[in-house]
């Protein structure tokens, strides 16, 4: 059944278009005049079903591509420039101005997320709220590494002040799942640390930085942050071709990571902040708790309709319990609320991209034809903009479901007897992010947790895969990421250590001293943050 236009409130109705005419480029909100392209939202604001046009964006070129890569080059100046050679509380105060000023764009940006991207009401409500912790948390954790490195190091008669400078120039890309929260996960870390950005935001979730602009505009120096709009290989290429930029950073696939990383001319200079893809299992033992476990496989495969780099895409469930898992696995699916984002208990909603339908139902196909069976009634049910969750079992290896990360709703379901074959499965597979593990015998789990370990980066015992709290490491094996993200980590990824020494003398110590009594250099300071 399509959602149609009576189900929308007054408070979420599109009133008016957001036609987005200008970009940030060196301190400046360029008009743009020339090709747009029109953002639809796969949500019908109408009896029939039709797509709802939401506005529109500046399609830019190479040219503005290179304008803005000029503009983030010239504000770090080569490392000279007023942004890396700042004090850390005065770029502390740059944040603090900024996150201020986005939080009064909370309603416009939240209302944004669930049209662009159809994510719920209370979890874009919480992706907003979590982008502003994490902001906050990053300027304490910043102030933190600050207060650690107000110190002098001594060893072999050296002095050394060691301290954490940026490495210079980022292209920033966020995702369309989390358009902000993860998007910001890379961009504030970076800015902070003393990096100027060239930002492009996802290609579902763009308008949604637009009530932003001005707040990044006029929060930093100039040139410190770029943001630009259009076709992530027309304006990534030639930036990347310049061979001037100093840092990937990405959340994406690791096709698009590795087409960028092979354009940069130098991939010797090129540091890599990248959360790719990864195709999460879940393994249920014979003692797990079959309700606990059930509730969790479904928060860890279609909350927002399974569309999260740490679902659960596959799920191992010991064959002694595997039909009683399944009926209850897929009965509780099939009483998962389908609705448009704001309606209350909706779970599952419409699909930002209009072909994942169609390509959800050829994996069902392709399984189907391989000798699995749909168990939900509800699995299949297609609408114009979504696919009720399927839950395919049994799953074997030949079939494109179990290859493919779907990125979508459907739920494929393996059958093991010895514990050894998912072992063996996740030691095959090109990725590794995480695992849930589903059980209470420790003389079990705890062979099997030291195994995971050293096959994933993170183990969820009894519970499903998520990336928070954000203050713990978010990041993975193989072909899932590169480099580490969380408050803690993303502040080394978009750093590195630097620092000044001398030898143990008098005549050193003389100039050290006036140095600190001075106050005249911001890197040599002994100076508090509190």
């Not at 780099?309 to 009965?331: G, I, P, Q």
Request: hydrophobic residues 40%; proline residues 5%; aromatic residues 8%.
């Amino acid at each position: 059944m399509n959602l149609t236009a009576v189900e929308i409130p007054e408070t979420y109705k599109i009133k008016t278009l957001l036609h987005q005419k200008s970009y940030l480029v060196n301190g400046e909100l360029k008009t743009w005049n020339g090709e747009t392209s029109e953002v639809y939202s796969t949500i019908s604001s109408t009896e029939d079903y039709k797509p709802t046009l939401l506005g529109s964006i500046p399609t830019l070129g190479k040219t503005e591509a290179l304008e803005a890569l000029d503009s983030a080059l010239g504000a770090f100046d080569k490392g000279q420039g007023l942004w890396p050679t700042m004090k850390v509380e005065a770029r502390i105060k740059c944040m603090e101005k900024f996150v201020e000023q986005m939080k009064t764009k909370r309603d416009e940006v939240v209302k944004l997320i669930m049209w662009e991207i159809g994510k719920t009401l209370p979890d874009s409500e919480k992706e907003f709220d979590r982008t502003v912790d994490y902001i906050y948390d990053t300027i304490e954790d910043y102030k933190q590494l600050d207060r650690d490195s107000a110190k002098f190091e001594k060893h072999g008669g050296v002095y050394a002040h060691i301290r954490r400078g940026p490495l210079g120039t980022v292209l920033c890309l966020g995702p369309y799942n989390y358009p902000l929260n993860e998007t910001f996960t890379l961009l504030i870390p970076a800015l902070i640390m003393g990096n100027t950005v060239v930002f492009k935001p996802a290609k579902h979730g763009v308008l949604l930085i637009s009530p932003l602009l001005e707040a990044f505009q006029n929060s930093f120096p100039k040139g410190v942050v770029n943001i630009i709009y259009g076709r992530g290989r027309v304006l990534a290429t030639p930036i990347m071709e310049s061979g001037k930029v100093d840092v990937l950073a990405l959340i994406g696939n690791s096709k698009s990571a590795n087409a960028l990383q092979s354009a940069h001319p130098k991939g010797n200079r090129l540091r890599m902040v990248l959360g790719l893809e990864a195709k999460n299992p879940a393994i249920v033992l014979p003692d797990a708790d079959l309700d606990l476990a059930v509730n969790e496989c479904i928060a860890g495969t279609l909350s927002f309709n399974g569309q999260r780099c740490t679902a659960l895409k596959v799920v191992y469930v010991h064959e002694s319990v595997a039909e009683e898992f399944n009926r209850r696995f897929s009965y509780a699916v099939d009483q998962l609320k389908f609705g448009n984002p704001w309606e209350a208990g909706a779970k599952l909603t419409p699909l930002p991209e209009s072909d994942k339908p169609a390509y959800i139902q050829e994996l069902i196909d392709d399984a189907q034809e391989k000798g699995a069976s749909i168990l939900n009634e509800k699995g299949g049910e297609t609408t114009d903009n979504f696919i009720f969750p399927a839950v395919l079992y049994p799953v074997n290896k030949d079939m494109r479901v179990y290859k493919e990360e779907q990125f979508g709703p459907v739920v494929p379901v393996m059958s093991f007897k010895d514990i050894q074959e998912p072992l063996d499965d996740m030691a095959e597979s090109d990725y590794g992010q995480q695992v849930s593990l589903f059980g209470k015998n420790v003389n079990t789990l705890a062979p099997l947790i030291d195994t995971l370990v050293n096959l994933v980066c993170r183990v969820n015992l009894n519970s499903s895969c998520q990336r928070g709290p954000d203050v713990y490491p978010f990041t993975g094996r193989k072909d899932s990421a590169y480099g580490t993200l969380s408050v803690h980590d993303a502040l080394r990824s978009f750093s590195i250590r630097t620092f000044v020494a001398s030898k143990d003398n008098a005549y050193n110590k003389a100039i050290l001293n006036e140095l600190l009594d001075t106050k005249a250099s911001n890197f040599i300071s002994t100076d508090y943050i509190l």
